[in-house]
Protein backbone atom coordinates (compact mmCIF):
# COMPACT_ATOMS: atom_id res chain seq x y z
CA UNK A 1 0.00 0.00 0.00
CA UNK A 2 1.10 3.51 -1.13
CA UNK A 3 1.17 6.66 0.40
CA UNK A 4 2.17 10.16 -0.12
CA UNK A 5 3.56 12.11 3.31
CA UNK A 6 5.42 15.97 3.75
CA UNK A 7 8.26 14.67 5.29
CA UNK A 8 9.08 18.51 6.03
CA UNK A 9 8.25 21.79 4.60
CA UNK A 10 8.45 21.85 1.08
CA UNK A 11 9.45 17.98 0.86
CA UNK A 12 6.72 15.12 -0.33
CA UNK A 13 7.94 11.82 -0.42
CA UNK A 14 6.10 8.64 -1.35
CA UNK A 15 6.28 5.40 0.85
CA UNK A 16 4.76 2.64 1.73
CA UNK A 17 2.52 1.91 4.62
CA UNK A 18 1.34 -1.49 6.57
CA UNK A 19 -2.26 -0.81 7.37
CA UNK A 20 -4.14 -3.72 9.91
CA UNK A 21 -7.56 -2.79 10.11
CA UNK A 22 -8.93 -3.90 13.95
CA UNK A 23 -12.56 -4.67 14.53
CA UNK A 24 -15.02 -1.40 14.64
CA UNK A 25 -12.73 -0.15 11.81
CA UNK A 26 -12.99 -0.51 7.92
CA UNK A 27 -10.68 -0.60 5.64
CA UNK A 28 -11.09 1.65 2.29
CA UNK A 29 -9.99 1.31 -1.04
CA UNK A 30 -9.55 5.15 -2.48
CA UNK A 31 -10.84 5.79 -5.45
CA UNK A 32 -10.55 9.89 -5.34
CA UNK A 33 -8.56 12.19 -2.66
CA UNK A 34 -9.41 15.81 -3.20
CA UNK A 35 -6.17 18.19 -2.54
CA UNK A 36 -6.82 21.65 -1.09
CA UNK A 37 -5.55 24.58 -0.13
CA UNK A 38 -5.12 23.25 3.38
CA UNK A 39 -3.23 20.95 1.89
CA UNK A 40 -0.79 23.01 0.30
CA UNK A 41 -0.42 25.65 3.33
CA UNK A 42 1.12 22.18 5.16
CA UNK A 43 3.30 21.72 2.74
CA UNK A 44 4.77 24.99 2.51
CA UNK A 45 5.43 25.04 5.77
CA UNK A 46 2.91 25.63 9.04
CA UNK A 47 3.77 26.88 12.20
CA UNK A 48 3.66 24.50 14.96
CA UNK A 49 2.94 21.47 12.72
CA UNK A 50 3.64 17.81 13.21
CA UNK A 51 5.73 16.46 9.90
CA UNK A 52 5.84 14.07 8.73
CA UNK A 53 2.04 14.19 8.03
CA UNK A 54 -0.26 12.42 5.18
CA UNK A 55 -1.91 15.39 3.42
CA UNK A 56 -5.63 15.37 2.31
CA UNK A 57 -9.13 15.29 4.23
CA UNK A 58 -11.46 14.38 1.43
CA UNK A 59 -12.27 11.25 0.20
CA UNK A 60 -14.01 8.59 -1.74
CA UNK A 61 -13.52 4.91 -2.36
CA UNK A 62 -14.97 1.44 -2.03
CA UNK A 63 -15.62 -0.75 1.23
CA UNK A 64 -12.12 -3.38 1.33
CA UNK A 65 -12.80 -4.93 4.82
CA UNK A 66 -15.07 -4.87 7.42
CA UNK A 67 -16.64 -6.39 10.17
CA UNK A 68 -19.64 -8.75 9.30
CA UNK A 69 -21.78 -6.00 11.50
CA UNK A 70 -20.64 -3.32 10.35
CA UNK A 71 -23.66 -2.85 7.77
CA UNK A 72 -21.36 -2.11 4.84
CA UNK A 73 -20.83 -4.90 1.72
CA UNK A 74 -17.46 -5.44 0.07
CA UNK A 75 -17.36 -3.14 -2.60
CA UNK A 76 -19.85 -1.00 -1.64
CA UNK A 77 -19.03 3.01 -2.78
CA UNK A 78 -18.23 5.24 -0.04
CA UNK A 79 -17.37 8.61 1.36
CA UNK A 80 -15.09 8.96 4.30
CA UNK A 81 -15.59 11.90 6.90
CA UNK A 82 -12.43 13.56 8.22
CA UNK A 83 -13.98 14.55 11.73
CA UNK A 84 -12.84 11.98 14.16
CA UNK A 85 -15.25 12.53 17.16
CA UNK A 86 -15.22 11.29 20.76
CA UNK A 87 -16.75 12.37 23.99
CA UNK A 88 -15.78 14.56 26.78
CA UNK A 89 -15.92 12.56 30.04
CA UNK A 90 -15.62 15.98 31.95
CA UNK A 91 -18.51 16.56 30.33
CA UNK A 92 -21.19 14.52 31.01
CA UNK A 93 -19.85 12.57 27.86
CA UNK A 94 -20.52 15.31 25.09
CA UNK A 95 -19.35 15.24 21.75
CA UNK A 96 -16.40 17.17 20.26
CA UNK A 97 -14.09 16.44 17.72
CA UNK A 98 -10.78 14.93 18.77
CA UNK A 99 -8.88 15.79 15.54
CA UNK A 100 -9.10 15.76 11.48
CA UNK A 101 -7.54 13.57 9.34
CA UNK A 102 -4.77 15.18 7.51
CA UNK A 103 -4.70 18.12 9.75
CA UNK A 104 -3.59 17.09 13.22
CA UNK A 105 -2.88 13.27 11.95
CA UNK A 106 -2.16 11.39 9.00
CA UNK A 107 -4.84 12.34 6.22
CA UNK A 108 -6.21 10.23 2.87
CA UNK A 109 -3.30 10.30 0.26
CA UNK A 110 -3.02 7.25 -0.10
CA UNK A 111 -4.72 4.12 -2.14
CA UNK A 112 -5.94 2.49 0.99
CA UNK A 113 -7.38 3.67 4.29
CA UNK A 114 -8.43 2.36 7.93
CA UNK A 115 -10.64 4.59 9.67
CA UNK A 116 -13.27 3.96 12.49
CA UNK A 117 -16.86 2.84 11.07
CA UNK A 118 -18.21 5.72 12.25
CA UNK A 119 -16.33 7.71 9.85
CA UNK A 120 -17.58 5.95 6.90
CA UNK A 121 -20.56 6.80 4.95
CA UNK A 122 -22.48 4.62 1.63
CA UNK A 123 -22.99 7.10 -1.36
CA UNK A 124 -26.22 6.75 -3.33
CA UNK A 125 -26.43 5.96 -6.38
CA UNK A 126 -26.41 9.31 -8.78
CA UNK A 127 -23.59 10.84 -6.72
CA UNK A 128 -20.09 10.30 -8.48
CA UNK A 129 -16.53 10.00 -6.49
CA UNK A 130 -15.48 13.99 -8.08
CA UNK A 131 -19.01 15.24 -6.17
CA UNK A 132 -18.04 13.01 -3.17
CA UNK A 133 -15.13 14.45 -2.50
CA UNK A 134 -17.20 17.71 -1.14
CA UNK A 135 -18.71 16.29 1.50
CA UNK A 136 -16.86 17.40 4.03
CA UNK A 137 -16.79 21.12 2.87
CA UNK A 138 -21.00 20.64 2.50
CA UNK A 139 -21.17 19.58 6.10
CA UNK A 140 -18.82 21.72 7.63
CA UNK A 141 -21.10 24.48 5.51
CA UNK A 142 -24.13 23.62 6.72
CA UNK A 143 -22.73 23.24 10.49
CA UNK A 144 -22.46 27.18 9.93
CA UNK A 145 -26.33 27.78 9.41
CA UNK A 146 -26.95 25.35 12.21
CA UNK A 147 -24.93 27.73 14.75
CA UNK A 148 -26.55 30.87 14.69
CA UNK A 149 -30.78 32.02 13.89
CA UNK A 150 -31.12 34.14 10.83
CA UNK A 151 -34.45 34.81 8.93
CA UNK A 152 -35.47 34.23 5.03
CA UNK A 153 -34.62 37.17 3.35
CA UNK A 154 -31.31 38.03 5.48
CA UNK A 155 -28.23 39.67 3.52
CA UNK A 156 -24.90 37.61 4.44
CA UNK A 157 -21.40 38.88 3.51
CA UNK A 158 -18.61 36.12 2.44
CA UNK A 159 -15.49 36.86 2.16
CA UNK A 160 -13.00 34.71 -0.58
CA UNK A 161 -14.11 33.02 -3.02
CA UNK A 162 -12.79 29.87 -1.98
CA UNK A 163 -14.25 26.54 -2.42
CA UNK A 164 -15.18 26.36 0.71
CA UNK A 165 -16.97 29.53 0.02
CA UNK A 166 -18.41 29.18 -3.00
CA UNK A 167 -20.12 25.71 -1.52
CA UNK A 168 -21.43 28.27 1.60
CA UNK A 169 -22.84 31.02 -0.80
CA UNK A 170 -24.80 28.13 -2.57
CA UNK A 171 -25.84 26.85 0.90
CA UNK A 172 -26.83 30.21 1.84
CA UNK A 173 -29.30 30.26 -1.22
CA UNK A 174 -30.73 26.69 0.00
CA UNK A 175 -31.87 28.32 3.22
CA UNK A 176 -33.53 31.48 1.47
CA UNK A 177 -30.51 34.09 2.23
CA UNK A 178 -29.02 36.34 0.14
CA UNK A 179 -25.35 35.74 -0.25
CA UNK A 180 -22.91 38.70 -1.59
CA UNK A 181 -20.00 36.80 -2.40
CA UNK A 182 -16.61 39.25 -2.02
CA UNK A 183 -12.76 38.83 -3.47
CA UNK A 184 -10.31 40.00 -5.74
CA UNK A 185 -10.35 37.34 -7.91
CA UNK A 186 -12.57 38.32 -10.75
CA UNK A 187 -11.97 33.98 -12.78
CA UNK A 188 -13.55 32.99 -8.71
CA UNK A 189 -16.35 35.42 -8.56
CA UNK A 190 -17.46 34.45 -12.33
CA UNK A 191 -16.95 30.63 -11.45
CA UNK A 192 -18.93 31.08 -8.48
CA UNK A 193 -22.20 33.45 -10.75
CA UNK A 194 -22.34 30.22 -12.73
CA UNK A 195 -23.39 28.31 -9.64
CA UNK A 196 -26.24 30.51 -8.99
CA UNK A 197 -24.82 33.14 -6.65
CA UNK A 198 -26.26 36.15 -8.24
CA UNK A 199 -24.61 38.74 -5.95
CA UNK A 200 -20.61 39.18 -6.99
CA UNK A 201 -18.06 41.83 -5.89
CA UNK A 202 -14.52 42.25 -6.69
CA UNK A 203 -13.08 44.33 -4.00
CA UNK A 204 -10.43 45.45 -5.88
CA UNK A 205 -12.53 46.99 -8.50
CA UNK A 206 -15.76 48.12 -7.19
CA UNK A 207 -16.38 50.22 -4.29
CA UNK A 208 -17.01 47.45 -1.42
CA UNK A 209 -19.14 49.67 0.85
CA UNK A 210 -21.10 51.54 -1.92
CA UNK A 211 -21.99 48.23 -3.34
CA UNK A 212 -22.89 46.50 -0.37
CA UNK A 213 -25.32 49.43 0.46
CA UNK A 214 -26.94 49.53 -3.05
CA UNK A 215 -27.44 46.11 -2.98
CA UNK A 216 -28.69 45.75 0.58
CA UNK A 217 -30.77 48.83 0.26
CA UNK A 218 -29.04 50.29 2.89
CA UNK A 219 -30.00 47.42 5.61
CA UNK A 220 -26.32 45.57 5.15
CA UNK A 221 -25.09 42.39 6.11
CA UNK A 222 -26.51 41.16 9.84
CA UNK A 223 -24.14 38.29 8.89
CA UNK A 224 -20.85 37.55 7.84
CA UNK A 225 -18.41 34.34 6.87
CA UNK A 226 -14.73 34.68 6.95
CA UNK A 227 -12.43 31.67 6.37
CA UNK A 228 -9.05 32.61 7.21
CA UNK A 229 -7.00 32.54 4.03
CA UNK A 230 -5.47 35.48 2.10
CA UNK A 231 -8.58 38.13 2.23
CA UNK A 232 -7.59 40.18 5.26
CA UNK A 233 -10.69 40.18 7.74
CA UNK A 234 -10.50 43.85 7.63
CA UNK A 235 -12.58 43.25 4.76
CA UNK A 236 -14.97 41.96 7.01
CA UNK A 237 -15.25 43.83 9.81
CA UNK A 238 -14.86 47.43 7.84
CA UNK A 239 -18.06 46.76 6.33
CA UNK A 240 -19.70 44.64 9.26
CA UNK A 241 -23.08 45.92 10.69
CA UNK A 242 -23.32 47.07 13.66
CA UNK A 243 -24.62 44.29 16.34
CA UNK A 244 -24.09 41.71 13.44
CA UNK A 245 -22.58 38.50 13.80
CA UNK A 246 -19.41 37.10 12.19
CA UNK A 247 -18.56 33.33 11.86
CA UNK A 248 -14.92 32.52 11.34
CA UNK A 249 -15.19 29.19 9.71
CA UNK A 250 -13.13 26.62 8.05
CA UNK A 251 -10.33 24.30 8.45
CA UNK A 252 -7.68 25.15 11.61
CA UNK A 253 -4.17 24.85 10.81
CA UNK A 254 -1.16 26.87 12.03
CA UNK A 255 -1.80 29.19 9.63
CA UNK A 256 -5.19 30.25 10.69
CA UNK A 257 -4.65 33.61 12.31
CA UNK A 258 -5.27 37.25 11.36
CA UNK A 259 -5.85 40.59 13.27
CA UNK A 260 -9.12 41.77 14.13
CA UNK A 261 -9.53 45.74 15.34
CA UNK A 262 -10.97 45.00 18.89
CA UNK A 263 -12.05 48.84 19.25
CA UNK A 264 -13.99 48.09 16.07
CA UNK A 265 -15.50 44.86 17.61
CA UNK A 266 -16.58 46.50 20.91
CA UNK A 267 -17.87 49.49 19.17
CA UNK A 268 -20.10 47.91 17.08
CA UNK A 269 -20.93 44.80 19.04
CA UNK A 270 -19.86 42.63 17.10
CA UNK A 271 -20.32 38.94 18.07
CA UNK A 272 -17.87 36.50 16.54
CA UNK A 273 -18.19 32.80 16.39
CA UNK A 274 -16.19 29.48 15.40
CA UNK A 275 -17.27 26.88 13.27
CA UNK A 276 -14.80 24.25 12.52
CA UNK A 277 -16.33 20.22 12.97
CA UNK A 278 -19.13 19.38 10.46
CA UNK A 279 -19.59 15.76 11.55
CA UNK A 280 -23.09 15.66 12.66
CA UNK A 281 -24.00 17.02 9.39
CA UNK A 282 -22.34 14.33 7.19
CA UNK A 283 -25.35 12.44 5.89
CA UNK A 284 -27.46 16.28 5.03
CA UNK A 285 -24.20 16.55 3.15
CA UNK A 286 -24.82 13.71 1.21
CA UNK A 287 -28.61 14.22 0.64
CA UNK A 288 -28.14 17.68 -0.17
CA UNK A 289 -25.60 16.49 -3.05
CA UNK A 290 -28.02 13.66 -4.04
CA UNK A 291 -30.47 16.30 -5.04
CA UNK A 292 -28.33 18.23 -6.49
CA UNK A 293 -28.93 21.27 -3.69
CA UNK A 294 -25.36 21.91 -4.56
CA UNK A 295 -23.38 21.60 -7.94
CA UNK A 296 -19.72 21.28 -7.63
CA UNK A 297 -19.28 22.14 -11.73
CA UNK A 298 -15.94 23.31 -11.91
CA UNK A 299 -15.00 23.64 -8.46
CA UNK A 300 -12.29 20.91 -9.79
CA UNK A 301 -9.44 22.75 -11.27
CA UNK A 302 -7.22 19.78 -11.71
CA UNK A 303 -7.50 15.99 -11.83
CA UNK A 304 -4.09 13.68 -11.54
CA UNK A 305 -2.50 10.45 -11.76
CA UNK A 306 -1.06 9.03 -8.32
CA UNK A 307 2.37 9.22 -9.53
CA UNK A 308 2.19 13.02 -10.58
CA UNK A 309 1.17 14.09 -6.97
CA UNK A 310 4.63 15.74 -6.16
CA UNK A 311 4.90 17.75 -9.50
CA UNK A 312 1.43 19.06 -8.81
CA UNK A 313 2.52 20.24 -5.47
CA UNK A 314 5.74 21.79 -6.26
CA UNK A 315 3.74 23.56 -9.35
CA UNK A 316 0.48 24.09 -6.72
CA UNK A 317 3.17 26.25 -4.46
CA UNK A 318 4.54 28.63 -7.23
CA UNK A 319 1.18 29.47 -8.78
CA UNK A 320 -1.10 29.09 -5.22
CA UNK A 321 -3.76 31.16 -6.21
CA UNK A 322 -4.10 28.97 -9.03
CA UNK A 323 -5.72 25.79 -8.28
CA UNK A 324 -8.89 25.29 -5.97
CA UNK A 325 -9.33 21.27 -6.00
CA UNK A 326 -7.24 19.05 -7.10
CA UNK A 327 -8.25 15.10 -7.17
CA UNK A 328 -6.00 12.58 -7.20
CA UNK A 329 -7.64 9.24 -9.35
CA UNK A 330 -6.27 5.57 -8.57
CA UNK A 331 -5.92 3.32 -11.55
CA UNK A 332 -8.51 0.60 -9.61
Given at each position: ??????????????????????????????????????????????????????????????????????????????????????????????????????????????????????????????????????????????????????????????????????????????????????????????????????????????????????????????????????IPFSIVLENAKEGSTILVAGYYNGNTSFEADMVSI???????????????????????????????????????????????????????????????????
Amino acid sequence: MKAWRIKEAGVLEQYETRLRRSSGQIKVRLSAVALSETDLMFYKGVKGAQYPIIPAHSAAGFISEADEDSGFKLGARVVVSPFLNGRNPKNNGAPYCEGVFGIDRDGFLSDFIVVPEDNVYALPEGVTADEAVFVDYIALGNEVFESFDFKKGDYILIAGASTFSIIVAQLAIYYQMVPILVDDRSDKLSLAEDLGVYYTINYEKEDLPKRLNEITGGRLCDFAIFEPRDIPFSIVLENAKEGSTILVAGYYNGNTSFEADMVSILKKEITIRGVANGANQISSAINLLANKVIVTDGLITKKLDFEDVEKAFKEWSEEPRTYGKMVVKFNL
